[in-house]
């Protein structure tokens, strides 16, 4: 499963994120990967409405506390100095480990839309990598 840790509705590219890995999924599930899921710190009402509204198919999960986030980890390379989670791709496999992570929304780029195919050569390249 990849998690990918995102700022929520106030950032439209982390939405457009969502929907332009949805397009290749066919390219992740090719690496392994099962399932999408979104973690943001909106309310679960909200996220509803959004998620309709950019047609996206994949689970968009509310962690209002943020407690999941930092059991990943995920606010220390946001963009909000640690107020929310920002553009971390974590890969979770079916032991509950994680095979492959990377955090794109810190310092010293902020990056708020990583292209789908450098997402994919990153996770690629990682996966190989011994643990």
């Known amino acids: 499963m990849l998690l990918y840790f995102q700022e929520g509705l106030m950032c439209q590219p982390c939405w457009d994120q969502i929907v332009a890995i949805e397009k290749e999924m066919p390219k992740f599930k ?9 973690i943001t710190g909106d309310p679960l009402d909200l996220i509803g409405q959004k998620v309709a509204d950019e047609g996206i198919t994949s689970p968009v999960l509310s962690d209002s506390g943020y407690s999941v986030s930092d059991t990943y980890g995920a606010r220390a390379f946001g963009m909000m100095n640690g107020q929310m989670a920002g553009h971390s791709f974590i890969l979770v496999g079916k032991d509950g480990r994680i095979r492959w992570r990377a955090d794109y929304g810190g310092e010293p780029n902020y990056t708020m839309f ?5 997402v994919l050569q990153h996770l690629s390249e990682g996966i190989k990598q011994p643990a």
Not at 114 to 118: G, H, I, L, Y
């Open 114 to 118: 990583v292209p789908t195919d450098v």
């Open 30 to 38: 090719a690496l392994g990967v099962a399932r999408l899921v979104s």
